[in-house]
């Protein structure tokens, strides 16, 4: 499979993940507003999130992909079946350990992540409670990126794709029905969420097992000592905890990022780290879609170019991905910037939730916004370091991006309030990516190819075009008409299908070709 249809899979699945995840963030906005119980809900959430994306998704995957991907290329199969074993058993017996020790130091978590939830007498309580039960979500989305590194390895990125389908699915159940019937019992109905994420953790994890058993990489666990020993013992293993090291001081600099920003939002307006956390949804349509499924399907195959000793092809992979982000990834800048209030008003504006609190998410839309590029440039350059299994570099880089983030924040939150806080994030994520790029130039790892001064040139006009239909389009209709909601939904879609033909045909009109671009 080409690496367009590769991403192209990737990014169907994912979609189809990021409409099921609106319509669950719709949902969850009409029946819960903004509050103070919806703001205990996020933060609960956030937690194991945030520790998924510390240890699973972010240095796990990290450190185990381009292990596993070298260990197939030198070494063949029945060597990889047998690092994957012994993986999975030490990760196994870690995630146990650690889900008791979530469950029990749930009221020092919260405190830590949001103390200003004490500004309501039931927020604090109940963000406690959620934690609890919703911690040991870790340990199924921690098995899930294994099996996802394991079928992603092997080119197989559909199923992969498509659990995070499950876990929306599994809580748009909650919030429609099991809200509603604790409600009817006298609980508090934010309790039912928590229900919905633990289930949506299962199925999730349910849905790999048959794709890992096809393959015949099922992983055999060996719980017991002898089986625990050899685990910890295994030269795969302990390459990928020595890789494991740098790069959990690496994501864990971006988590505290987000841990600082959310006790921040937490003593600003009640509903602030909502306002966020509505905003964040709508950044993962184009942050997912570009950036995670080009990460996700040039990971491995950098990694085997990079084991095979092939620079060229390496050099030539990053080229394909920084052209589609910068494609992509620009005009869906521009329509984040100038398109911000109507795109939150038609998808949020219902229930509770209303136009005070559309304006201020379309605030931390438009802060966000600010970095999309950056955003979505990262998940092409830093998998550049992580298959040269040099993790080193992007961690000194996230350091110092940290302390630049917090001195935004201060320059920035006094005036901007929340949304400076998201603006503090999109400016940070440009001088990441930036620092990568030049990082990989520097070391001459990579070579642009030849055309990119007049493909910029040609990016930059279309999205001058598209810029000003958008503004046009913000300004000439009344989006917060909540009455008027059919008619709502028809002008985003009108809007947005004009945006897409305006854009693709100015840069046909600039001569770019776009077939010959899909096929290299």
């Given at each position: ?27 969850i906005a009409a ?346 440039a990262i998940k ?5 370091y992580y298959a ?133």
């Amino acid at each position: 499979m080409s690496l367009f249809k590769s991403a192209s899979v990737v990014s169907l699945w994912t979609l189809a993940s990021r409409v099921t995840g609106l319509a669950r963030e719709l949902l969850i906005a009409a029946t819960f507003g903004a509050s103070a119980l919806t703001d205990a809900f996020n933060v609960a959430f956030r937690i194991p999130n945030l520790l998924r994306r510390l240890f699973a998704e972010g240095a796990f995957s990290q450190a185990f992909v381009p292990v596993l991907a070298a260990t197939r290329t030198q070494q063949g199969d029945a060597a990889t079946r047998a690092l994957i074993d012994h993986v999975a058993t030490v990760l196994v017996a870690a995630l146990l350990v650690t889900s008791l020790l979530g469950v029990l130091a749930a009221p020092l978590l919260v405190w830590a992540m949001a103390a200003g939830l004490r500004q309501t007498p039931q927020g604090f309580e109940v963000a406690v409670v959620l934690t609890r039960w919703m911690f040991p979500y870790i340990g199924f989305m921690s098995l899930v990126a294994l099996s996802a590194g394991i079928l992603n390895t092997w080119r197989r990125y559909a199923v992969p794709a498509a659990t995070p389908v499950l876990l929306n699915v599994a809580m748009i159940a909650a919030a429609a029905w099991g809200a509603p019937w604790l409600g009817q019992r006298g609980v508090e109905p934010i309790y039912a969420l928590a229900g919905g994420v633990m289930l949506g953790g299962v199925l999730q994890l349910g849905l790999q097992i048959p794709a890992l058993a096809r393959l015949g990489v099922l992983p055999r666990l060996r719980l017991r000592p002898a089986g625990l020993r050899a685990g910890w013992q295994h030269p795969g293993t302990r390459r990928i905890l020595a890789l494991m090291a740098p790069a959990l001081l690496g994501v864990g600099v971006a988590q505290v990022s987000l841990l600082i920003n959310t006790q921040i939002a937490s003593h600003l307006t009640p509903g602030s780290v909502s306002w966020l956390t509505y905003a964040d949804r709508l950044m993962e349509f184009p942050t997912a879609l570009l950036g995670v499924a080009l990460g996700v399907v040039l990971l491995p195959q950098l990694a085997a170019a990079q084991a095979s000793g092939d620079g060229a092809r390496y050099s030539e992979l990053l080229d394909w991905g920084l052209r589609w982000v910068v494609l992509l990834a620009v005009p869906s800048a521009v329509g984040l910037l100038t398109l911000a209030e109507p795109l939150v008003a038609v998808l949020y504006h219902y229930g509770a939730f209303g136009v005070a609190d559309v304006r201020q998410t379309a605030m931390a839309l438009m802060g966000y916004g600010a970095g999309l590029l950056g955003l979505v440039a990262i998940k092409v350059l830093a998998p550049g370091y992580y298959a040269r299994q040099d993790i080193r570099t992007p961690v000194r880089i996230a350091i110092v991006v940290l302390v630049c983030t917090q001195a935004f924040n201060a320059l920035l939150v006094p005036h901007l309030a929340h949304a400076g806080l998201a603006l503090a994030i999109g400016l940070g994520a440009l001088l990441n990516a930036g620092w990568l790029l030049w990082g990989l130039r520097r070391r001459g790892a990579y070579t642009p190819q030849p055309g990119w001064r007049r493909f910029a040139l040609q990016v930059g006009v279309a999205a001058a075009l598209l810029a000003a239909y958008l503004l046009w389009a913000q300004q000439a209709l009344d989006w917060l008409d909540a009455a008027r909601r059919l008619a709502r939904i028809g002008w985003l879609v009108a809007v947005l299908a004009g945006a897409a033909l305006l854009y693709f045909g100015a840069l046909a009109a600039l001569g770019l070709p776009l077939r010959r671009f899909v096929r290299k």
